[in-house]
């Protein structure tokens, strides 16, 4: 993978995350060179949910009430369920997705983590794949749903599920190399 050494890159993601979905990721950016923290709305450890029961705790680097979208290059949304599903009714968690859309920087998510995309009406217009399950929630709030590995529209990153992940790392490491005049240009 491409060295990115320089970016800081979040995670945005609350207990219930897809174990592997935030994992993943983190440890592809941190291989490629990137500063990765996980924020959740909490102070502590979240504890992912691993395909059939709880997983493992994550430190939590950062709450999100002592972050800006200035301060990353990078946001990057887990699914699973659970995970999404708590930080779309967080009304913090929602503005700050809607904030960073909103500077051209590289938005990633995953599964279940489309739902954030639609809460802070980012998804109108946009193409955007997503988890089976969650594919009419997209259309009915105006999105191209797509159904592919990785869709890239702009400045959003998104996949369907975790057999999806080397592909999303890789363009979420492309995408913060080419940096947000890429994403202006499309």
């Not at 060179?33 to 709305?41: I, K, Y």
Request: net charge negative; charged share 25%.
């Amino acid at each position: 993978m491409p060295a990115i050494s320089d970016a800081r890159i979040m995670i945005l993601a609350t207990n219930g995350f897809e174990q592997s979905e935030l994992e993943v990721p983190r440890d592809r950016l941190k291989e490629a060179g990137a500063t990765v923290h996980v924020v959740a709305p909490q102070d502590g450890e979240i504890t992912g949910w691993d395909k059939t029961d709880w997983g493992n705790a994550v430190p939590v680097d950062r709450t999100l009430d002592a972050v800006s979208p200035q301060d990353y290059d990078a946001l990057v949304l887990p699914g699973g369920q659970i995970n999404p599903d708590l930080l779309r009714v967080e009304a913090k968690a929602v503005d700050f997705v809607r904030a960073f859309a909103g500077t051209g920087k590289p938005l990633a998510a995953i599964c279940h983590a489309p739902w954030l995309l639609i809460e802070a009406g980012v998804a109108e217009g946009r193409r955007l794949t997503s988890y089976k399950s969650i594919v009419t929630d997209l259309k009915n709030a105006g999105a191209d749903w797509q159904d592919g590995e990785t869709v890239v529209d702009g400045n959003l990153i998104t996949a369907r599920n975790p057999g999806d992940l080397e592909p999303f790392s890789r363009a979420i490491v492309e995408a913060v190399e080419a940096g947000p005049q890429r994403q202006a240009a499309e």
